[in-house]
């Protein structure tokens, strides 16, 4: 099994940053795309940025300019940059990864916990 293990949510007031990091762990032989969804409270999950292996980013238009999603392939990790956060942005934020396990042929899905981000006005 692979194991995402997020930190760097907290309160921030509006127009502040957060650094959220994920760290995949377990018997694995490939990450493929790794990525950040976010929930709020009476929505559903959505996407907010992802990042291939080779570096090619996705960002939700929401976020697009403000958030930057970059990665560290040797220690399988996962960033996400906020800055100019508005209190639309409070949700909580799940790392998410296509992995492949040592002795697998086939990538499964695999979820964080969640952190909690809020961003007060």
């Known amino acids: 099994q692979v194991q995402l293990v997020e930190s760097g949510g907290g309160l921030v007031q509006a127009g502040g940053s957060l650094r959220l990091s994920c760290a995949a762990s377990?018997?694995?032989?490939?990450?493929?795309?790794m990525g950040w969804y976010r929930q709020a409270p009476g929505e559903q999950r959505e996407l907010v940025a992802s990042i291939t292996n080779g570096g090619n980013t996705n960002y939700a238009d929401a976020v697009k300019g403000r958030f930057a999603i970059s990665r560290d392939n040797a220690k399988n990790t996962v960033y996400l940059q906020m800055n100019s956060l508005k209190p639309e942005d409070t949700a909580v934020y799940y790392c998410?990864?296509?992995?492949?396990?040592?002795?697998?042929?086939?990538?499964?899905?695999?979820w964080g916990q969640g952190t909690q981000v809020t961003v007060s006005s």
């Open positions: 377990g018997s694995i032989f490939s990450v493929n795309v």
């Open positions: 998410n990864a296509d992995a492949r396990l040592s002795g697998s042929w086939t990538h499964n899905n695999y």
